[in-house]
């Protein structure tokens, strides 16, 4: 009966479509697709972009491969990184017209380490409605198998290009207990790793996803030690996107003053690389404290 209702409510979510043409303002879909095997595209999703009037597409040639390959022609326009904040104004006008429009990027889910933001925050502002299509997500798919704890993880996208930004982010990291989940370029996956096993331990467990849903598709697991090795001694294991995914920290009961030393650890790592406003906005973010008290906590680091 449940699945009855749920294809019922689909069918009348596209056969309405029409109808809401007439409405003042159109619809925004945030539209997941494909990491890597075209099958993976669920119906919905297809049925999403050929019912849509534009497609807002993070590269349109990769994404117009995608819909030729679904047989679909549809008008197409450019929102990346670069021109999201100029592109969104036009966007909003399309939906204002009552069109509606599917945000996709180059694979997976948008606004997952993807352009989007911006885009999606103003037409919820403006009130148009805003619908998930989900799918696909590299990051998820890769947890599912990694066998990591993951009842808590903490997904922190790209770590910086630089050595120095991407060691003091581990810093920052080494004592959290969540899961830790990484994205990384495959012309920086050895110096991150070895980065991690310089600053986090080189026995602390990893498993890295690589070309995840693709035809090479590998895991590496074990110590970042041994996986370290394994990549090295690997021919292919520069190649391709990888999910980085790291055991979190033990767990350790500590008196309140050993917590306040870890804070001010944290701070002075950041305050080596950021100015004091953002040393406070991002220690806020991490620990859950007051961005005013950790300010004037990395002021007297600072000063002092």
Same mark, same amino acid.
């Given at each position: ?22 409405e003042?303002?159109? *619809?925004?879909?945030?539209v997941? +697709? ?7 595209? =669920?119906?919905? &999703?297809?049925?999403?972009? !050929?019912?849509?009037? %534009?497609?807002? /597409? ?9 819909l ?51 885009? %999606? ?7 148009? #409605? ?10 998820? /798919? &890769?947890?599912?198998? &990694? ?13 910086? $290009?630089?050595? =120095?930004?991407? #060691?003091?982010s ?8 969540? +899961? ?7 012309h ?8 991690? !096993? ?5 026995d ?10 693709? *035809? ?8 970042? $030690? ?23 920290? !033990? &767990? ?7 917590? +306040? ?7 002075? %790592? ?26 004037? #906590?990395?002021? $007297?680091?600072?000063?002092g």
């Amino acid at each position: 009966m449940r699945e009855a209702k749920a294809l019922k409510d689909e069918v009348s979510d596209f056969t309405s479509s029409d109808s809401r043409k007439g409405e003042l303002k159109g *619809t925004l879909y945030v539209v997941a +697709t494909p990491i890597g095997n075209l099958d993976d595209l =669920s119906p919905r &999703a297809a049925r999403t972009l !050929a019912s849509v009037d %534009v497609v807002a /597409a993070e590269d349109t040639r990769h994404s117009g491969r995608l819909l030729s390959h679904l047989g679909i022609q549809k008008r197409m326009v450019a929102l990346h990184d670069h021109n999201e904040k100029d592109r969104a104004a036009g966007i909003l006008t399309e939906l204002q017209a009552g069109r509606d429009v599917a945000l996709i990027s180059d694979a997976g889910t948008p606004l997952i380490s993807d352009p989007g933001y911006v885009l %999606v925050r103003e037409a919820r502002a403006a009130g148009h #409605r805003v619908s998930p299509i989900p799918g696909p997500c590299a990051l998820v /798919a &890769a947890l599912s198998v &990694a066998g990591l704890p993951t009842d808590r993880f903490l997904y922190v996208g790209f770590l910086p $290009a630089k050595r =120095s930004g991407r #060691r003091a982010s581990l810093e920052v990291l080494s004592s959290e207990v969540a +899961t830790l989940v990484f994205y990384e370029s495959p012309h920086r996956i050895m110096e991150s790793v070895r980065d991690i !096993a310089d600053v986090l331990g080189s026995d602390r467990e990893i498993v890295l996803g690589r070309e995840i849903t693709k *035809t090479f598709e590998t895991f590496y697991s074990g110590s970042v $030690a041994d996986v370290l090795a394994e990549l090295e001694r690997d021919p292919h294991g520069n190649r391709g996107e990888f999910v980085v995914m790291v055991r979190g920290a !033990a &767990a350790q009961a500590g008196s309140e003053e050993a917590a +306040t030393m870890d804070v001010d650890r944290m701070l002075r %790592v950041l305050l080596a690389e950021l100015p004091v406003k953002k040393v406070a906005k991002m220690a806020s973010e991490l620990t859950g404290l007051s961005k005013n008290e950790l300010y004037q #906590r990395a002021l $007297a680091l600072k000063d002092g």
